[in-house]
C-alpha cells in the first residue's frame, strides 16, 4: 500500500478548463513536494511546502498543504497543452531522508 | 553542469545475470539516491547515502546494493537480476545542509533515468 494516495489517477481535459489534482494520506509529513514528469524523463520539482495550510501559487498553479500537513492539493487554472504530463507528490517524514512518493496523475490537456 | 547523469539509458539483462547502474552528479551534492519507478506505483526509493561512506535502505533495498566512495559518484549493483527488477530507474541527488539537517525546501534533481528489462 501505498502511504500518499493522489487522485485521480488520469485526467484527460480541454484546453482553458481548472482542475484540481489530490494527495492524501493518514499519515503526517514534515514537507511535502510536487514534481512534474515528461515521458523519457526524471521528475521536476515544481515546489516545496511545508507549513501546514500553506499556499503556493505557480503562475497558473495553485499549491496547498492541508493544515494537518497529511494532504495536498494542485489547481490549475486554465489548464494549456504544455502542462501535459504525469504529476507527482512526494512527502517527506522525520529528517527528511526518506521521500514517499504517490502513483501519480497523468494529464492530458487537449488542443 | 551536467546535472545528474545516468548511464546506460537502456538496459536487457538475462535473469541471474549481474550489473551496475551508473550514477554522477557535479553539484557537490552530499545526499543521493536511488528510486524505481514501475506502473501505477510511482517512485519508490530504493538506497540512499547522505554522504560518502555514508548508505542506509529505502523502501524497496532487496536485491540492491550500494556503496559511496565519492560525493560524485552513487553506483546501483544488481548481483543477480531477476525479472521482478524490470523498471525504470532514477538516481537524484540534493545538498545538504551543515549541522546534518537537510533543508525542508532543498531541491532535489533526478537524472534521466535507466530502463532495464530483465529476461
Known amino acids: 500500500t501505498q502511504l500518499l494516495e493522489q487522485s485521480p489517477q488520469f485526467l484527460s481535459i480541454q484546453e482553458g478548463e481548472n482542475l484540481t489534482v489530490y494527495c492524501n494520506s493518514s499519515s503526517v509529513f514534515s514537507s511535502l513536494q510536487w514534481y512534474r514528469q515528461e515521458p523519457g524523463e526524471g521528475p521536476v520539482l515544481l515546489v516545496t511546502?511545508?507549513?501546514?495550510?500553506e499556499v503556493k501559487k505557480l503562475k497558473r498553479l495553485t499549491f496547498q498543504f492541508g493544515d494537518a500537513r497529511k494532504d495536498s492539493s494542485l489547481h490549475i487554472t486554465a489548464a494549456q497543452p504544455g502542462d501535459t504530463g504525469l504529476y507527482l507528490c512526494a512527502g517527506a517524514r522525520g529528517n527528511f531522508n526518506k521521500f514517499y512518493f504517490g502513483s501519480g496523475t497523468k494529464l492530458n490537456v487537449k488542443p | 553542469n551536467a546535472g545528474v547523469t545516468q548511464t546506460p539509458k537502456f538496459q536487457v539483462l538475462k535473469t541471474g545475470q549481474s550489473m551496475t547502474l551508473q550514477c554522477a552528479q557535479d553539484m557537490n551534492h552530499e545526499y543521493m539516491s536511488w528510486y524505481r519507478q514501475d506502473p501505477g506505483m510511482g517512485l519508490r526509493l530504493i538506497h540512499y547515502?547522505?554522504?560518502?561512506?555514508?548508505?542506509d535502505q529505502g523502501e524497496v533495498p532487496n536485491g540492491y546494493n550500494v556503496s559511496r566512495s565519492t560525493t560524485e559518484d552513487f553506483p546501483l549493483r544488481l548481483l543477480s537480476a531477476a525479472p521482478s527488477q524490470t523498471s525504470v530507474y532514477f538516481c537524484a541527488s540534493r545538498r545538504r545542509l551543515a549541522g546534518g539537517g537537510v533543508g525542508r525546501t532543498d531541491t532535489q534533481y533526478f537524472g534521466p533515468g535507466t530502463r532495464l528489462t530483465v529476461l
Open positions: 511546502v511545508v507549513t501546514g495550510g
Open positions: 547515502s547522505v554522504g560518502a561512506g555514508i548508505t
